[in-house]
């Protein structure tokens, strides 16, 4: 609580009393901790690879880049931290997207699209990472589910970022998405057979930069801000997600979103 008090006098100019107003800064301070957190956290996950690259360039100046097979290895290092580098700005400059137009009322609530039309946009992209893990697939979306309340780039944005999610962390099995349709809301599933989200950290994982298993998601070139920016598009249209998950057997997200 912050506090301030003003005197009151007299006419005489005599003190009399005093008007004391109390804030309460409880969120203030949450918003502005929130704040600090974020920006530490950005920080940390830039730094990280940088300090990688930095190392590797210097150390192939200093002599590495003579032997072929250690020159291969260091560049190999060198793109996949440069594609991770890539992969958490795009993910911060999307987030910060989506908060800017929440702010803007009425811009998210004019917009239609079809789940099929958005998943079609992503379907290679989650094809060919699948086909590589060896992974099926199952899409039952139909052509005639009614539109959802929501802009076409913002829906494939959601599509994409579960549906890597569940292939990610899903090593043998089957991943699935699967529509249903209420009076107000289009239902979408998203499951998988993968290794599960302890029920402890279930509450957590929507955070920014949370994730259960910190050196699982940077292998899988995971920023661990992919549900952050799922649960802001879900809840920037009046949508609600949640998730069941058992470890070992597989998790399921469901999103209600609002029918247009
Ligand atoms: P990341 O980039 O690390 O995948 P996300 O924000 O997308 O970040 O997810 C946060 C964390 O939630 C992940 O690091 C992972 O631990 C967990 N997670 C998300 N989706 C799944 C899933 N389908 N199965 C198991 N764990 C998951």
């Known amino acids: 609580v912050e506090s301030q008090v003003n005197p009151i006098s007299s006419e005489l100019g005599q003190p009399i009393g005093a008007v004391i107003v109390f804030h309460d800064v409880t969120e203030l301070r949450r918003l502005e901790r929130m704040r600090?957190?974020?920006v530490a956290n950005v920080s940390h996950e830039l730094r990280t690879p940088l300090t990688s690259i930095k190392g590797f360039v210097e150390t192939l100046l200093d002599g590495a880049a003579d032997d072929p097979s250690l020159r291969d290895r260091f560049l190999k290092i060198i793109q996949a931290e440069t594609l991770r580098l890539q992969r958490l700005i795009e993910d911060l400059l999307t987030l910060a997207h989506i908060e800017g137009r929440e702010n803007r009322v009425g811009v998210s609530?004019?917009?239609v699209s079809y789940a099929h039309k958005a998943y079609e946009k992503i379907k290679p992209v989650i094809d060919s990472f699948a086909l590589a893990k060896g992974i099926k697939v199952e899409v039952?979306?139909?052509?005639d589910l009614p539109p959802i309340l929501i802009g076409e780039d913002l829906l494939s944005q959601l599509l994409l970022n579960l549906l890597e999610n569940a292939v990610k962390y899903t090593t043998e099995g089957r991943v699935w998405l699967t529509a249903?349709?209420?009076e107000e809301h289009i239902r979408l599933e998203f499951g998988d057979t993968g290794c599960g989200i302890p029920e402890e950290t279930l509450s957590r994982i929507f955070e920014r930069f949370y994730r259960v298993d910190k050196a699982r998601s940077r292998e899988q070139g995971g920023t661990g801000l992919g549900l952050s920016i799922v649960k802001h598009i879900v809840e920037g249209i009046g949508g609600e997600i949640?998730?069941?998950s058992q470890m070992g057997v597989g998790t399921v997200f469901t999103c209600d979103l609002?029918?247009?």
């Open 242 to 244: 949640n998730v069941t």
């Open 258 to 260: 609002p029918r247009a």
């Open 109 to 111: 609530s004019d917009k």
């Open 36 to 38: 600090t957190e974020f």
């Open 140 to 143: 039952d979306l139909a052509d």
């Open 180 to 182: 249903r349709v209420d």
